[in-house]
Structure formats: structure tokens, C-alpha cells
């Protein structure tokens, strides 16, 4: 190992103990008290342990399960109590900074890594969401797994990898109500490999088509299950609503954050509902 390696291992060391520090400091004081959200959450959980078991739970107007699994079992170790409710976000958190630092590197070099791994460890937003026990933290920490494991697959020509990939990213959609923006994803990356790389493409193609076949096993429980049920999807059906009223409206303040002077126009509000409503219905009646 050369010096500048050893400077950037030491440096990466230096990062992922500061957001340790700004994510595990005063975990239970700071912020003070248990959210509403946070105590929904745990309650949730709490279900788990009780015999609870669906591909998404009722409770809170409908939640993705992947956290609340890893929250049931965070009780269990730490007991029923604020470092049980908010350690699995922690952790995730944590694994978010050194993901991305993976990520960042294998696409960009060390600098880039170093700089976006230094900017998830003081930014307000991650820090915020890896100190409170909701789920929200869960999705772009298995996005960006996901996304190490297909780069690494596709370049490294490891079909288990690709596969893997395909795993991971299935469960993402297990993490929270933003993952449904995944297929959209998915497809935006398959129009770019076949305008700028088909060659690669073509080699490739039986692994991502593998891939495809995993994410598909992997969420069909969960599709199926709400198509059974449209009902559990109460809070994406609340957010249907709030874009349509914005939609039919030339200033739309029902998409400002309450209390904003800044609301969107219907120009805005009438596309994101359309899209709002498109991702609702393709996955219920």
C-alpha cells in the first residue's frame, strides 16, 4: 500500500468516525423525545414481534416492512426503548456513508468519494433521518448497494454479482413509499446502455435479464399483496388527492409546504399529478 492509499484509508476512517459521532451522540436525548412518527414506528415493530407478518403492514396508513423487521429486531437486542426505536436507522445511516463512498470511488476516484462520503457525514438531512426511528433512511442505502453490485458485475463480467444486484434491488422497494420511482429508474438506465454502450449491453444481456427475473420474484409478494388489498395504501391514495387538487388549480398551495409564501403552479402541479396518479394505479385496482 502506497502513501497516497494509506492517506485516503486514514481519511475515510476520519469521516466514517465523525458521522459515527454525529449520529450516535446523545442518540437518546437528541432530538429530545420520540416523535410521533418514530413512536407509530415502533408500535409497528412491536406488531412484528407480536406474530404480525405481511408483505406491507397496516399500520400507519400503510408501511413498506423492510425497516420495521430490522426495528423488531433493534427492540429486541436494546429493549423497548428510544436506542431500540432509532439504532437500526443509525446503522443504516452509517452504511449509507461508506456505500457511497464505494460507490463514488469505483466511479470517480478517491477525491470524489472522500468529498461525498465527507458531505453524507455533516449534512443535516442524512444525519436527521439516521437519528430517528423511521424508514425513510432504508431506500437509498439499498439503492446504492444495489448499484455497487451491478457496476461491479457488469465490469467484472460475475453474473452472481448482477444477480445480486437484482436482489438488493428488489428489496428496495421494500424500504419506503418513494421506491416506486424504481421502475422509472431502471428503465432510464436501460435507454442510456443501449444508446451509449450496446456492445457492452449485448455481452451482458443474459445477466441483466437474470437480474430482471430476481426483482421481479422478489417484489411480485409485495404487488400482489396490495392489489389484494388497495385499501392499506391510505397515505400514497392521501397523496393522489393533494396533487389533483393542485392540478385543478392556477396557484396551487396545497403543494407549498404549509406556512410557505412560495405555491406551485398548476404548470407544475398538473404533470406531477398525472405521474403521481400513473405510479398509484399501476399498482392497485
Known amino acids: 500500500m502506497d502513501k497516497r492509499q494509506t492517506t485516503t484509508w486514514f481519511l475515510l476512517a476520519g469521516v466514517l468516525l465523525l458521522a459515527a459521532l454525529l449520529r450516535l451522540g446523545r442518540l437518546h436525548t437528541m432530538p429530545w423525545g420520540l416523535s410521533q412518527d418514530e413512536v407509530g414506528n415502533a408500535d409497528i415493530s412491536l406488531s412484528i414481534l407480536a406474530g404480525e407478518s405481511a408483505p406491507f403492514l397496516a399500520g400507519g396508513f400503510g408501511h413498506e416492512p423492510l425497516f420495521h423487521y430490522l426495528q423488531a429486531i433493534a427492540l429486541t437486542l436494546f429493549g423497548d426503548n428510544v ?11 452509517m452504511m449509507l456513508v461508506a456505500a457511497s463512498y464505494a460507490l463514488m470511488r ?16 455533516i449534512s443535516w438531512w442524512p444525519i436527521i433521518f439516521s437519528r ?35 436482489l438488493v434491488f428488489g428489496l428496495a422497494f421494500y424500504t419506503y413509499t418513494s421506491s416506486r420511482i424504481l421502475p422509472a ?9 443501449v444508446a451509449f454502450h450496446p456492445k457492452r449491453l449485448r455481452r451482458r444481456w443474459k445477466a441483466l435479464v ?23 395504501q391510505e397515505r400514497v391514495q392521501q397523496l393522489e388527492a393533494r396533487y389533483w387538487r393542485c ?3 392556477i396557484s396551487a398551495p396545497c403543494c407549498a409546504v ?19 396518479s400513473l405510479a398509484v394505479r399501476s399498482w392497485g385496482p
Open 210 to 232: 437474470g437480474a430482471a427475473l430476481v426483482v421481479v420474484v422478489v417484489v411480485t409478494p409485495l404487488v400482489v399483496y396490495l392489489y389484494a388489498h388497495p385499501e392499506l
Open 132 to 166: 430517528i426511528g423511521v424508514r425513510a433512511i432504508t431506500f437509498p442505502l439499498l439503492l446504492t448497494l444495489s448499484t455497487i453490485l451491478l457496476w461491479r458485475g457488469l465490469r467484472l463480467d460475475r453474473r452472481a454479482l448482477v444477480l445480486s444486484a437484482g
Open 83 to 93: 436506542i431500540g426505536i432509532r439504532m437500526p436507522a443509525v446503522a443504516a445511516g
Open 247 to 249: 392540478a385543478g388549480a
Open 106 to 121: 469505483r466511479l470517480f476516484g478517491p477525491v470524489a468519494a472522500l468529498t461525498t462520503a465527507a458531505g453524507l457525514a
Open 258 to 276: 404549509p406556512g410557505s409564501r412560495w405555491p406551485c403552479s398548476a404548470a407544475v402541479a398538473k404533470p406531477a399529478g398525472r405521474t403521481a
Open 185 to 193: 429508474l431502471a428503465l432510464a438506465w436501460l435507454a442510456y446502455a
